[in-house]
């Protein structure tokens, strides 16, 4: 019998560790994956999350945007955030303006009950180099994602679930 729960305990033990290890690599968490190291020639990305996990970035007080309006711009000194919103499968707004070479946080409101996230791209579609892909996560929640600074230009974002949710990113 003794034997018994000694081997129950380790598979306990096992089962634990095995949840934990698959937890971690799953995305939970508000968890952002960097796909282009060449982004910008500036500090690595920091990536972390609103619901849990690591710390979530320090944002100004001056980056105030209501997500109601059709752009929207980060902070003059990319330490802003950008709000979007996915609401009835649609992206609010769909024209983002931010600091080039500077690293920004879209603050990710999905308010539907379905999962959604943020992915950008290099150029006008999904055709081109992909640089960002945040955590997708069904609503109501929100997560920030940390964004690797960008070079000067134009970026395409979608959402990987439902692809007609677009719009475009604007650096200078």
């Known amino acids: 019998m003794r034997d018994g729960r000694a081997s129950l305990g380790r598979l306990a033990a096992i089962f634990a560790s095995a949840i934990v290890l698959i937890g971690g690599c799953s995305g939970a968490g508000g968890s952002a994956t960097m796909t282009d190291p060449t982004i910008a020639a500036t ?3 920091s990536l972390s999350g609103a619901g849990g996990g690591s710390a979530t970035p320090q944002v100004s007080a001056d980056a105030t945007l209501s997500p109601g ?3 929207a711009s980060a902070g003059a000194d990319g330490s802003g955030v950008v709000i979007i919103t996915a609401k009835d499968v649609a992206f609010v707004p769909t024209q983002v303006n931010v600091p080039a070479g500077k690293p920004f946080t879209i603050r990710f409101e999905n308010q539907d009950p379905v999962p959604h996230n943020v992915a950008i791209f290099r150029g ?4 081109g180099t992909q640089l960002f892909r945040g955590e997708i996560f069904a609503g109501p ?5 940390r964004v690797p600074a960008l070079k000067p230009g134009s970026y395409f974002f979608y959402c990987e679930v439902h692809p007609t949710m677009t719009g475009t990113i604007t650096t200078r």
């Open 69 to 71: 309006s059709p752009s």
């Open 141 to 145: 929640r929100t997560v920030d994602y």
């Open 124 to 127: 006008a579609d999904a055709s």
């Open 43 to 45: 500090s690595a990305p």
